[in-house]
């Protein structure tokens, strides 16, 4: 038999034993029990065994051993399917002037930030808000923009017919029909209706000489290579400029005295629409771009967002939003 066992089994028989012995020997017999309790696992060490207890020893907590090594950070950092993140809004800033029940575009450049690939399935979806006149979805693109390219959205709205603040919320929504947005939700669009008193008056041409700098210079100069008088632009009103001013004004008959004011103006100008090209181009560029913080590139192509961005330029100060730059463009453009 088991030595271990054997302890465990004969401890009670000698208790017992004790128990039932008359009064007079009891205390010796129990004395008798424990030394021989006491010899009985001594013995049992000296054997090598150790005495155990019937309490059961808790199992060891099991340990995962089948995850790859770094499975959970790569889960956690895994890029979603669909995501969009803002750039820039090319065309009306948060909070432009637009006057009331006036039609203007509104242009927003995202990144798909996503792992899948927009495309002409994807659409651009009315969310929440103030609606303006928007559709309830439109078609994102006729193309494809793939992981990390970005693209120019547009919408048509209209400023509603009470002045005040209007914000309306947009998100994507991809083919199978789930919605999604930027990483904070969605992207928006923000005016300021405003109403235009009916008098306002139409700015009046500055005067720009010799000794001046800024757009202006450079929209002056640009418009002077347009009319073919090459020179540099560098938004400077130096001696150069002035002679050409000059030479320009002796061209159209005008008075040489090498001074930019209203006559040499309505000479200089060009009127330039979607599909111009050319220096007259770049002219208005540089003004949308480094005076009215207008998302456009000076590249001298009038493109779909060089349109955009002059339909809301227009849009903002009161003017027919036509996408056309005449001579009431022209003049809000280098007015201050």
């Known amino acids: ?30 004395g008798l029990v424990f030394t021989l309790a006491a010899q009985t696992i001594t013995a049992a060490a000296l054997t090598g065994e150790t005495p155990t207890t019937t309490e059961e020893t808790p199992a060891p907590a099991l340990t995962a051993t089948n995850t790859p090594p770094g ?13 969009a993140s803002f750039v820039s809004d090319v065309t009306i800033p948060d909070n432009a002037s ?37 559709p309830a979805s439109q078609q994102l ?14 919408v048509n709205l209209t400023a509603p017919g009470a002045p005040g603040t209007y914000k309306g919320n947009w998100r994507l929504r991809e083919p199978g029909g789930a919605v999604f947005g930027l990483s ?25 000489k010799q000794g001046d700098q800024g ?14 008088h090459n020179l540099a632009p560098d938004g ?5 400029t002035k002679s050409r001013v000059e030479n320009f004004q002796t061209q159209k008959g005008l008075a040489k005295d090498g001074i930019v004011g209203p006559d040499t103006w309505s000479a200089l100008i060009i009127q330039v629409s979607q599909g111009s090209n050319g220096d007259a181009v770049r002219a208005v560029q540089k003004l949308l771009r480094d005076k009215y913080g207008y998302a456009v590139e000076v590249d001298g192509g009038f493109g779909p967002i060089t349109a955009n961005a002059v339909k ?13 730059v005449g001579p009431n463009t022209w003049k809000s453009l280098i007015s201050n």
């Not at 930030?113 to 928007?134: E, K, N, P, R």
């Open 312 to 324: 809301a330029f227009q849009t903002a100060k009161g003017l027919a939003s036509d996408g056309i």
């Open 184 to 208: 904070t939700g969605p992207f928006w669009v923000q005016i300021k209706a405003a109403a235009v008193a009916a008098n306002t008056p139409v700015p009046s041409w500055p005067v720009f």
């Open 1 to 30: 038999m088991n030595r271990k066992l054997f302890v465990v089994c004969l401890l009670p028989i000698l208790i017992m034993s004790a128990c039932n012995l008359p009064n007079g020997s009891q205390g010796q017999s129990e």
């Open 71 to 83: 499975a959970a950070t790569a889960a956690s950092t895994a890029v979603p399917c669909n995501l």
């Open 236 to 240: 400077i009103f130096g001696p150069q």
């Open 141 to 154: 693109t006729a193309g494809t923009v793939a992981p990390g390219q970005t693209i120019d959205v547009s």
């Open 98 to 134: 637009v006057t009331v029940n006036t039609a203007f575009t509104k242009t927003w450049r995202l990144r798909n930030a996503g792992s899948c690939t927009w495309t002409s399935g994807y659409q651009l979806v009315f969310d929440s808000g103030d609606q303006m006149g928007g």
């Open 215 to 228: 757009n202006e210079v450079y929209a002056i100069q640009y418009l002077l290579r347009a009319n073919g």
